[in-house]
Nanobody
């Protein structure tokens, strides 16, 4: 079973940027699609972005186009989520998802002035 550890969350102001990281172990990282989801208080966990194993294909939630981007470094077993122009509506716990239903513990992102 994969072990996923997210980091990079925090408290930021509207308009700021953050880059989240997810380091994976226990799997051949370069073989698998990896994704990001987020969950705001009292809501369901929603898809944010995903990237194919070779990095050639990316998938991004429509509402986040132009502000968020996913990338990966297979040599470092790490997937990233770059988030720009953050708004309070982006406040959520952000989770990394592996190929077999594996989840990280999440990292809190709070956008507030």
């Amino acid at each position: 079973q994969a072990h996923l550890v997210e980091s990079g969350g925090g408290l930021v102001q509207p308009g700021d940027s953050l880059r989240l990281s997810c380091v994976a172990s226990g799997l051949t990282f370069s073989n698998y699609i990896m994704g990001w989801f987020r969950q705001a208080p009292g809501t369901e966990r929603l898809f944010v972005a995903a990237m194919s194993a070779d990095g050639a294909s990316t998938y991004l939630a429509d509402a986040l186009q132009g502000r968020f981007a996913i990338s990966r470094d297979n040599a470092q077993n790490t997937v990233y989520l770059q988030m720009n122009s953050l708004t309070p509506e982006d406040t959520a716990v952000y989770y990394c998802k592996g190929p077999h239903g594996d989840w990280g513990q999440g990292t809190q992102v709070t956008v507030s002035s």
